[in-house]
């Protein structure tokens, strides 16, 4: 194997693993400090912070949301599906093949031409 493009896949690869993992690390970060955040709210009097620990944790959480999108490759396996898709759909149908029995019991494919196979049917 060529050894650039050997390290060029290796690369790929832990590229892709130290964006999981930093994602496993943000969501540990996160619990914790919402934990923190959301406790110290409920012990304080007259919840004038809750708005802030709101408005904290729906940021934090976004920015979460987008890093594990990225991390785990979401919107391009999205696009890749979707192109497959529609590459399936823009292809003509396979026309169904036709199976004989031959005289020793052996399956044979029948080829038909298409211009014998029209033929026949305007004679018909």
Do not use: C
């Not at 060529?2 to 540990?28: C, G, K, N």
């Not at 955040?37 to 009097?45: C, E, G, I, K, N």
């Amino acid at each position: 194997m060529d050894d650039t493009r050997y390290q060029a896949a290796r690369r790929r690869v832990m590229l892709r693993l130290i964006w999981r993992l930093s994602f496993v690390l943000d969501v540990i970060f996160f619990l914790l400090l919402m934990w923190v955040l959301w406790l110290s709210v409920s012990r304080t009097p007259g919840g004038e912070d809750d708005i802030g620990a709101l408005f904290a944790t729906f940021i934090f959480g976004s920015v979460l949301l987008v890093h594990g999108a990225l991390a785990f490759n979401v919107f391009n396996r999205l696009v890749d599906r979707a192109t497959r898709r529609e590459l399936e759909a823009s292809q003509p149908p396979e026309k169904p093949k036709r199976l004989e029995l031959s005289e020793d019991g052996e399956v044979l494919e029948v080829v038909e031409d298409d211009l014998y196979t029209e033929e026949r049917h305007v004679q018909r």
